[in-house]
């Protein structure tokens, strides 16, 4: 087989797996935790709906379709199909982190503020980055597709460096949905990051980097199957030592945010308080002065009592 028909075959592969996914997702009834993941999975099912049929009807000597024609139906098929499973990616790692982080509500709380920042930075750079004077029209969206895909990439790796350390504390397993989606995830990032770095040598479509990126493709599309295919382990009960860090940061996420409480020391005026509230205080007043003298007397008698002076010193 040559490299041409292997890579194709792998093309033809991939839109059939993701349907494999998607069922399994499905029967697993987390579609609400993966929303994100099932997009992913229906953009690359489209695009490959409407890429393969294109190459198969303007290839092979057929030429259905006009060689030009076809080029432009697949490079805005592809190219928008990119940008939008870019974007989705940096949401499929956001809805996991949101999943891993349940638990410590803080750290959810502040970790979620702090990569809603990274990622609008990071789109920015990754604007700024394909912005140049040269570069104009499709030439600009092409590089800035390929930015953004990089920095999903980087975020995608630095999220899997975290459920890493974290699967322990966090009462995950290896088994869990969430290490499997996130090293899918990882993986995928990677051959995308040495997929960028060899293309801007060689652009050759039959090298042996896409043979390697649709071999990725496909492996982790076989692992997300096999780990909504079978039933998910049960996160374990979080218990934390006192020392532990990630229960310290919890609760200074928790305090931060809040209101702080207030207390009058001063300028208190009757007018401030309720009918109800002044009659309780009047009869607690009342209440008072009647009872210290009471106390008083009964002091005194008890000192000067016979009983009282016969106790030795």
Known sequence: MTQEAFISTLSYLEPILCAMVLSFLLRSKEVRNYIYLVSLLCVKIMSSAICLPVLYLAGGGRQVIEKHLAYQIYFYAYWLSYAL????????IYSIFKL?????????????????WVAVISVAVAMGVAF???????KFM??????LQQTSSILTLCLLLFVCFAIRPMGLSHGSRIFGVSFGLGFLATINLVDS???????????MINIINGIAICLTLTI????????EPKRRLIVLPTTSPFLR????????GDEPGYVAV???SPEIFAPAELEVMRRASTKMTHVAPTEISSASAAASSPLMHSIPA
């Open 142 to 147: 092409v590089s800035m597709i390929t930015q």
């Open 266 to 268: 001063g300028g208190i």
């Open 132 to 138: 140049s004077p040269h570069i104009t029209g499709i």
């Open 85 to 92: 499973e870019a974007i989705l990616s940096l949401l499929v």
């Open 249 to 256: 940061w919890n609760q200074i996420s928790l305090a931060l």
């Open 224 to 231: 997300w199957s096999a780990y909504f295919a079978f039933p």
């Open 197 to 207: 770095a060899w293309l801007s040598h060689s652009s050759d479509m039959s090298s």
């Open 100 to 116: 891993a982080m349940a638990p410590l509500r803080g750290l959810q709380t502040l970790g979620i503020l702090i990569f809603r």
